[in-house]
Structure formats: C-alpha cells, structure tokens
C-alpha cells in the first residue's frame, strides 16, 4: 500500500513538472505574440527546467547531487548555451528561424558533449 501511495505522488510531481514546463513555453510565447515583449524575454530567461529538476533531485539524490549538477551547468551555459543563443540571435533574419534553430543545436550539442567529456575527465 505504501509503495503504491508512493508512486502515486511521485507521478503527481511528473505531472506538475510537465505542465509548469508547457506554461512557461505558452507563457513565452503569448507575451510575445499580444505586445509584450520584455515580460517574454524575461519569462523565458526564467529557469523553469532547473528549478524543477533540482526539486527532485535533491528529493531523489540530495543537496549535494544538485550542486554538483548546477556546477557543471553553470560552466556548460557559458561553453554550449551562449553560443547556441549567439547563432539564433546572429542567423535568423539571415536563413530563417527554423534554420537557425538546428544550426544553433547542431553547434550546441556537439559544445555540450565535448564539455562534458572535459569535465568529466577534470572534475
């Protein structure tokens, strides 16, 4: 019974990640579409993933788990996001957002890979 109580409210969690995830996208998105362009750009500086992610594991794994976790994306944000953003800032009134975007995550995932392979190695 316990187990299954459990699950349960573990599935609760799932659920409310999904959607605080979708309402920041949508909430992105809307601001930008009816006039409101700062409160987007802020919206979407908002760290919804690492807000809920850090929740569960440091429920799962700890305080510790998630400061390592946050130490590896604070220095991969510099190495992989920056650029990624720079390409879609530079690139899309050049070859179209779409375009843009899979150039920016071509280049952003094979900086974040070999990041990681460094880090790994160092750290």
Avoid at 39 to 63: E, K, M
Avoid at 64 to 71: G, K, M, N, P, T
């Amino acid at each position: 019974m316990c187990a299954g109580l459990l699950h349960y409210f573990q599935m609760i969690e799932y659920i409310f990640a999904f959607l605080a995830g979708g309402t920041f996208t949508l909430l992105v998105t809307v601001l930008e579409i009816y006039g409101f362009p700062t409160l987007s750009r802020v919206a979407a500086l908002f760290p919804v993933v690492t807000w809920l992610s850090y929740l569960f594991i440091g429920h799962i794994d700890g305080a510790l788990a998630v400061s390592r976790h946050a130490h590896f994306v604070m220095l991969g944000t510099l190495v992989a996001w920056m650029p990624y953003m720079f390409i879609i800032y530079y690139f899309a009134p050049r070859i179209g957002v779409a375009r843009a975007i899979v150039l920016g995550i071509v280049v952003f995932l094979l900086l974040a890979f070999g990041f990681a392979a460094v880090y790994n190695k160092w750290v």
